[in-house]
């Protein structure tokens, strides 16, 4: 069984920090990494057909701007550091986007920061990706300070 590591970066300090943890893990272990960042989207905020159209074109220009300007990047350096990285770009809950990731690439990880890019009151109110991760998630979870 081969070591497939999923870490959800965020552009965060604490996302930072998450993949360079991982990609410690994956280099020293010989795994495969797989860099996912979620675009926080809610299948619930369209009324028409027009908006729902705009809406589908607006989702796809925004995973081809997070795949250039975040993952591509990070997975370039990883790849060069000589490990070996892919990268995902999803909609979603993060927690729900990570978790159906995981499952489909056949992870044995989940790596993310503690604290990401949301506000304290945000993460209060309506719990952390982190917290969530921990609850639904159906194989390890290593969330990094």
């Known amino acids: 069984m081969s070591l497939v590591f999923v870490v959800g970066v965020d552009c965060s ?33 369209f009324s028409t057909p027009q908006e729902n159209e705009e809406r589908h ?3 796809e220009e925004e995973i ?6 975040i993952i591509d990047p990070l997975v370039e350096e990883l790849r060069e550091r000589g490990i070996n990285a892919e990268g995902v770009v999803r909609h979603g809950h993060a927690a729900d986007a990570l978790v159906d990731i995981a499952k489909d690439q056949d992870a044995t990880n989940i790596v ?5 890019g ?18 639904i998630a159906d194989r390890p ?5």
């Not at 797989?34 to 989207?41: D, F, K, P, S, T």
């Not at 081809?64 to 300007?69: G, I, P, S, V, W």
């Not at 949301?118 to 917290?131: E, Q, T, Y």
């Not at 979870?141 to 300070?145: F, L, N, R, W």
């Open 13 to 45: 300090n604490c996302g930072s920090r998450a993949l360079d943890y991982a990609a410690e893990r994956a280099s020293v272990k010989g795994a495969r990494l797989l860099v996912a960042h979620v675009i926080e989207w809610s299948p619930f905020s």
């Open 112 to 116: 993310v920061g503690r604290q990401g």
């Open 141 to 145: 979870v290593t969330v990094v300070p």
């Open 118 to 135: 949301s506000s304290r009151i945000k993460a209060k109110l309506f719990g952390s990706v982190a917290g969530a991760l921990v609850q």
């Open 64 to 69: 081809q701007r997070a795949h250039e300007e």
């Open 57 to 59: 074109l607006r989702r």
